[in-house]
């Protein structure tokens, strides 16, 4: 199932505090990463983004901010993108107002720890920045249909995807494939578990939280996956 979002943007109506990080965050934490195993085609995301994980602005999520933080990092993807530098990453707090502004959600669900997805994740997309999001429900990653899906939209528009399953409740982003002949088909996974101050971008890598995941290491799960349709 294929779904397209194209919500009527109210951002003009929306606003988004600067912020200030008691450390500066990382970015473009997965061009630290060496290559992946096999000789191959590597595609991975074009333009600057920055590495949101638990707790990185203060506010406690561990074992329920994912999504948030997975779009937050997405959403520093754009910004960088667009040159858009006056523009600011919402807080946790900011993105459930959106999803309550726009009618997605209902008024108790600000400052709650409920989590949210990748159809929530386009929704604050679309909202914030106009731009669609195409939201693929797959039954199995680790098929020739859904890989060649990713590789195309990373030929075409380079950009970074949200995605999250059913059984796999962890969300994380995309932002690369490679596939050998003889290695087989890897994802370059951006994983927002990390709690705590990272040390070095090398840190993360070595706890595994930025890798190269092989396609056969993904969980038997169907996955909703958000491609950002930002050129």
Known sequence: MTTTCELESSANAIEISPKTYSYALFEDVHLALSAAPGQGETLQTRGHFNYFHYGCDGTMDAGWGCGYRTLQTAI???????????????????????????GDKLPRFIGSRDWIGTLEECYVLDTLFDVPCKIQH???????????????????YAGFIAMGGLSDTASKGIAGIHQSPVAGTFLLVVDPHFSGVPSSKQQLIDAGYVRWMHMDEFRESAYNLCFILQK
């Open 138 to 156: 797959v039954k199995q990653l680790n098929c020739d249909q859904v890989i060649d899906q990713i590789r195309r939209y990373f030929v075409e």
């Open 76 to 102: 520093s993807w754009i910004i960088n993108k667009r040159n858009a530098t006056a523009t600011n990453v919402p807080s946790i707090r900011e993105i459930q107002s959106i999803l309550v502004k726009i």
